[in-house]
T-cell receptor
Framework: AQKITQTQPGMFVQEKEAVTLDCTYD???????LFWYKQPSSGEMIFLIY??????QNATEGRYSLNFQKARKSANLVISASQLGDSAMYFC??????????????FGQGTTLQVKP | EAGVAQSPRYKIIEKRQSVAFWCNPI?????LYWYQQILGQGPKLLIQFQNNGVVDDSQLPKDRFSAERLKGVDSTLKIQPAKLEDSAVYLC??????????????FGPGTRLLVL
């Protein structure tokens, strides 16, 4: 079965510094997608970045980048120049293809990030 | 472009009562998802619709939960009767077309349900 593991329940980072949020995954499918979402206290899940299993380069979106290490099955999120507004829960998710093209996302447990001024 | 709309935002009920949640996806999005997020956990898919047909409802507790998307646009999720363990945030998401693995799902603000 596919699984996402986020081992850091909580992280602190100083404003303007970079932070890495860890994510490892387990799948036997050769084709899969990895996503990161941000969930502020308001509750809405905000899409941040996507990495496909066949992508040759690491994905980047503004201050977000994904450190994709396929052999190690890790997809860590790097946030550069942290801002106070980055304080939120962050979820790593994987597209489940084991049951066909249903599109179901498998989420990790999440990491709470707090940015200190 | 308007995002995914959900209502109500908050609901408090007593166990054994019924409750319904509403979701309006992003215009033109054919695929709609309902997720349940229990406090401290990641969301878990309850049901997926493609237009007005059910694609995946394998994790929906069908003895008490039901969902419909009659005209292929907005959707309702119902719980009848509610149990204490149903206390959670119910998130609705939509996507343009299912093109795994790269299709991006966009989420609404969620409905926070508390069952007393």
């Amino acid at each position: 079965a596919q699984k996402i593991t986020q081992t850091q329940p909580g992280m602190f980072v100083q404003e303007k510094e970079a932070v890495t949020l860890d994510c490892t995954y387990d799948t036997s499918d050769p084709s899969y997608g990895l996503f990161w979402y941000k969930q502020p206290s308001s509750g809405e899940m905000i899409f941040l970045i996507y990495q496909g299993s066949y992508d040759q380069q690491n994905a980047t979106e503004g201050r977000y980048s994904l450190n994709f290490q396929k052999a190690r099955k890790s997809a860590n999120l790097v946030i550069s120049a942290s801002q106070l507004g980055d304080s939120a829960m962050y979820f790593c998710a994987m597209r489940d293809l084991s049951s066909g093209n249903t599109g179901k996302l498998i989420f990790g447990q999440g990491t709470t990030l707090q940015v200190k001024p | 472009e308007a995002g995914v709309a959900q209502s109500p935002r908050y609901k408090i009920i007593e166990k054994r009562q019924s409750v319904a949640f509403w979701c309006n996806p992003i215009s033109g999005h054919a695929t709609l998802y309902w997720y349940q997020q229990i406090l401290g956990q990641g969301p878990k898919l309850l049901i997926q619709f493609q237009n007005n047909g059910v694609v995946d409802d394998s994790q929906l507790p069908k003895d008490r939960f039901s969902a419909e998307r009659l005209k292929g646009v907005d959707s309702t999720l119902k719980i009848q009767p509610a149990k204490l363990e149903d206390s959670a945030v119910y998130l609705c998401a939509s996507s343009l077309v299912p093109q795994p693995p790269m299709e991006t799902q966009y989420f609404g603000p969620g409905t926070r349900l508390l069952v007393l």
